[in-house]
């Protein structure tokens, strides 16, 4: 979290800023996009040739066992001629038995096939060539033209001179056996031309797809940079003002749900702050209204009693002391919920009687308020036990009972009641005054509110009262609570987890102040 600096400012640090979502996004983009074009490049010129002949070789083998097998259909020459047509081969079979041979099939697919040009002598060459490389072989052949058409193997002597190159093909020449046990030697012949073509014709295409990709990929990279970076921008504007101490109501942007969610965080935290803010205004508006008029009785009571003679009466100083006691209480309060800002607060837990206490409170209360009219009554049942901070629940309580008298209707009645509930002991402080709101109900325990009313003097607190009563028992883990009614009273409530009285024998002890 930034902390302020030591004039107290939260300032920005104006150091080097790094780059721009926008920009960011747009590099990213660009780079990817030229990524996959090199890529594409690469793969189409470097290894087009390697995948072609991988392919091409893999679909000669497949198609020359398939010849093997389908020696056993009837329709074997309907079958050569739709393979040699589907494949664009030219396909040669022959029956071997001993040293002689026996064309089963010849059939072209295109002018220009070579198998059907090779010499006596090459296809010997070849047929040994295969079997010595296992029954399977690749090899390259120059369809050359003289006053006629020849072919010679890629790596045989140089072509006479005169004669000219019309093609390169690719053969491929097999060993196989067919169902009825026959030898087979198949050739299968395509041309090597074409691939030349395909590669122009693609690196053609690849120039104009890497345009097209990279003019899409900037489209792509500005839109949507823009669509991103634009909402955060705003609400950037937007949260810069609360640091000003302005809080717009509401910071809507719903082009993406994570800024969509951003929107109403700060929405939320704009509407925290402009409630802390109001509230915080309106307790110094109330506090110095609050101290200010004790402090004022204050001195012009003493300075009666100082100037005129006769004045010096115990009514006039126990205004006095009346005064100082609500100023040092008010003072008391506000330590008290510092105290729960800035430090850790702890509880000191021990054995006490949760009876014992609402009851000599009744009467402290009691003896307090009846010179001013007000009845406290007590309904405490058995003796009943807890395991808690009694400096704390002492608090809570007394704070209670102060609002209770403070709100208490025309009968100036307060009643504290102690009730048993299976393994739980139930305070109750309840009054018959005006009662709070249900609108109300929700917000009385947050810090500095105060149920909007006239300004009525010596019953108007600070607004802390419910705040250190809520703080205190959620230390405790406490269920509390209140059941209010406009003009028929409150019934404040906390419930804490009883102890059987033997533990309490077990573990007596005072509790310790815990800071
Ligand atoms: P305050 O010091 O103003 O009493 P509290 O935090 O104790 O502050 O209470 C918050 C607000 O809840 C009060 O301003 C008051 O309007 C309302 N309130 C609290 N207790 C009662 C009660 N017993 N009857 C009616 N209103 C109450």
């Known amino acids: 979290m930034k902390q ?4 107290g400012r939260c300032q920005q640090d104006g150091g080097r800023r790094s780059i721009g979502l926008r920009t960011k996004l747009f590099f990213c983009f660009l780079g990817f996009s030229l990524f996959a074009v090199a890529v594409l490049w690469v793969f189409q010129m470097l290894f087009f040739d390697k ?33 040699a047509r589907r494949n664009a081969f030219c ?19 295109e002018i220009g096939c ?36 020849f072919a010679l193997e890629l790596d045989e002597a140089a072509p006479p001179p005169g004669a000219q190159l019309v093609d390169e093909r690719l053969v491929y020449a097999s060993l ?8 087979l030697f198949v050739l299968l012949d395509c041309a090597l031309t074409p691939i030349d073509a395909t590669v122009i014709v693609l690196r053609e295409q690849l120039s104009v797809i890497t345009l097209l990709l990279v003019a899409v990929s900037l489209l792509l990279a500005f839109f949507l940079a823009r669509n991103i970076s634009d909402p955060l921008a705003t609400l950037n504007r937007a949260a810069k003002g609360l640091s000003n101490g302005t809080y717009p109501e509401n910071y809507h942007e719903d082009r993406y749900r994570e800024v969509e969610e951003l929107s109403e965080t ?34 012009g009571y003493a300075e009666v009693m100082r100037d005129i003679e006769g004045e010096n009466t115990p009514e006039n100083v126990q205004v006095i002391i009346d005064e100082a006691t609500r100023l040092s209480s008010m003072v008391q309060d506000l330590v008290e919920i510092s105290r729960y800002q800035n430090t850790k607060a702890r509880i000191n837990p021990a054995f006490f009687s949760l009876t014992a206490s609402l009851s000599s409170l009744a009467e402290e209360y009691a ?27 002492l608090q809570v309580m007394r704070n209670l009972i102060d609002n209770a008298v403070n709100y208490s209707g025309e009968d100036k009645t307060v009643i504290l009641r102690l009730i048993k509930k299976d393994r739980v002991g139930r305070v109750e402080i309840e009054d018959h005054g005006g009662g709070i709101a249900e609108e109300d109900l ?19 607190g600070s607004g802390l009262g419910l705040s250190i009563v809520r703080a205190n028992l959620e230390l405790h883990a406490a269920v509390y609570g209140v059941e209010s009614e406009l003009s028929r009273g409150s019934v404040f409530w906390f419930e804490l987890p009883l102890v059987d009285p033997p533990a309490l024998e077990a573990a007596p002890g005072e509790p310790e102040e815990a800071e």
Not at 121 to 147: C, P, S
Not at 176 to 183: A, F, H, Q, V
Not at 274 to 289: F, G
Not at 367 to 392: H, I, M, N, W
Request: hydrophobic share 40%; net charge negative; glycine share 4%.
């Open 4 to 7: 302020p600096n030591k004039n």
């Open 442 to 460: 929700p917000y009385i325990w947050d810090r500095y509110y105060k149920v909007e009313k006239p300004h009525i003097r010596g019953v108007v």
């Open 51 to 83: 995948f072609y002949y991988a392919l091409t070789k893999k679909r000669m083998e497949s198609v020359s066992s398939f010849i093997a097998r389908s020696t056993a259909y009837a329709d074997f020459d309907q079958e050569m001629e739709s393979l």
């Open 91 to 109: 396909i040669r079979v022959y029956t071997v038995e001993g040293n002689a041979a026996k064309t089963l099939a010849s059939v072209d697919s």
């Open 176 to 183: 196989e056996t067919s169902p009825s046990g026959e030898r």
């Open 367 to 393: 003896a307090l308020c009846a010179p001013k009219g007000y009845t406290v009554l007590s309904e405490v049942a058995e003796e009943l036990f807890v395991l808690a901070d009694q400096k704390r629940i």
């Open 114 to 149: 070579v198998i059907h040009l090779l010499s006596n002598r090459q296809l010997n060459e070849l047929f040994d060539d295969t079997l010595k490389d296992g029954g399977r072989r690749v090899a390259e052949y120059r369809l050359m033209e003289e006053d006629f058409r």
């Open 266 to 299: 700060l929405s939320t935290a704009a509407c925290e702050l402009s409630k802390v803010d109001r509230l915080q205004k309106e307790l110094i508006a109330n506090i110095s209204h609050d101290l200010r008029t004790p402090l004022t009785m204050i001195i």
